[in-house]
C-alpha cells in the first residue's frame, strides 16, 4: 500500500507492506525509501513494514526554512503512530540519528531500536571511556571535515550534482565512486542535495542527549561495518556507554555504511532474528 500522511504541516509519501509486528525503516541523507527495495520483501514476511521518504527527499514534501533533526523525529512518531505503536524501529545513517533522538524523547513508541552507524560526530569526546582514542581520530576527522566543507561549498553554492559527487567520491566511497552508481541513484542524490544541505544547518545534527537517551528501557542493537570509517565505532561505543551495557552492540564484517544493500539478505535475517530475540 503506497500513500500519503500529513503530519506536521507537511504531506509525507510512504509504503506498508506485509503482516506482522510493526516495523519502520528510517533512510539516511540523500536517498530515499527505495534503499530499503533489497530487504523489505524478506521481512514483509515476518512484519507490517513501513517505509518512505523523509522530508525533503524524493516524494515527501520539503518545507522553506531552516528544518532541524527533531522534526525528522517528529515525523517518525507521526508514522509509527499511523502504523500502530509502538512499533520496532530501524534506521540507517542520519535515519538513526532520528531514530535515537526519538528513542530519547519518546521511548514509549519504540518496541526495539536499531541503529547502524548514526553520523553522531557531536559524542566523540563525550565523556566514558576512549579519550585517548577520540584523539587518535582527530586527525582522520578534520580530513572528513575537509571533505565535507568542500560539498556544502558546492550545495551553497547550487551545484547540487557537483556537490553529490564530491559526497561520494570524496566522503563516502571513494574516488570514481559517483561514475560506478546507477544513473537513477545519481539522479535521486542531485535532487535530494538541498536537503542534505538543510540537515546541515541545522545546529544539532551530530549531537544527541545521551543522559536523556540512557533513559530507554528497550532492546537495542547497535552496528557498524568493518569496512567503515573508524569513527564509527567510537560513536556506536559512546551510546553502548549511555545505555549502560543494555544495547547488543555488532560489527558487520565484510560490509560499510548500507550493509542492507551490499549484503541485503544477511542484513534482514540478522535484523529479524535480532527482533525476534528482544520480543521474546
Known amino acids: 500500500m503506497a500513500a500519503r500522511a500529513r503530519v506536521n504541516g507537511l504531506d509525507l509519501y510512504y509504503e506498508i507492506v506485509g503482516e506482522g509486528d510493526p516495523l519502520v525503516l528510517v533512510h539516511g541523507s540523500w536517498v530515499d525509501h527505495e534503499t530499503w527495495r ?13 517505509v518512505y521518504d523523509r522530508r525533503g ?10 528544518g532541524s533533526r527533531r522534526q525528522d ?6 508514522l509509527i503512530e499511523i502504523l500502530g ?7 540507517n545513517s542520519f535515519g538513526a540519528s532520528a531514530a535515537l533522538g526519538l528513542a530519547a524523547r519518546r521511548p514509549e513508541l519504540l518496541r526495539s531500536l536499531t541503529a547502524h552507524e548514526p553520523p553522531l560526530m557531536g559524542v566523540v569526546g563525550e565523556g566514558g571511556e576512549g579519550g585517548d582514542g577520540d584523539r587518535e581520530l582527530r586527525p582522520v576527522l578534520q580530513a572528513m571535515e575537509a571533505a565535507l566543507d568542500g560539498v556544502l561549498t558546492a550545495l551553497r553554492a547550487g551545484e547540487d550534482r557537483a556537490g553529490a559527487q564530491r559526497f561520494v567520491d570524496d566522503v563516502v566511497i571513494g574516488p ?26 541545522d545546529p ?3 549531537r544527541l542527549d545521551l543522559a536523556r537517551l540512557a533513559g530507554f528501557p528497550g532492546p537495542a542493537l547497535l552496528t557498524f561495518g568493518s569496512e567503515s570509517p573508524p569513527w564509527f565505532p567510537v560513536i556506536v561505543g559512546k551510546l553502548a556507554s549511555a545505555l549502560d551495557g543494555r544495547a547488543r552492540t555488532r560489527t558487520l564484517v565484510g560490509d560499510g555504511h548500507v550493509p542492507h544493500l551490499t549484503h541485503p ?4 535475517d540478522a535484523l529479524a532474528a535480532f527482533i525476534r530475540s528482544a520480543a521474546a
Open 73 to 78: 523525529e517528529d515525523d517518525l512518531a507521526s
Open 38 to 50: 533489497r530487504v523489505v520483501p524478506r521481512l514483509a514476511g515476518s512484519f507490517r513494514v513501513l
Open 265 to 268: 539478505e544477511r542484513y534482514a
Open 204 to 206: 544539532d545534527w551530530a
Open 176 to 201: 570514481g565512486g559517483w561514475e560506478r552508481l546507477p544513473e537513477r541513484a545519481r539522479q535521486v542524490f542531485t535532487a535530494n542535495a538541498p536537503t542534505f544541505l538543510d540537515e546541515h544547518g
Open 85 to 91: 505503536a509502538p512499533a520496532h524501529v530501524v534506521g
Open 57 to 66: 527527499h524524493s516524494r515527501s514534501e520539503r518545507p522553506p526554512g531552516q
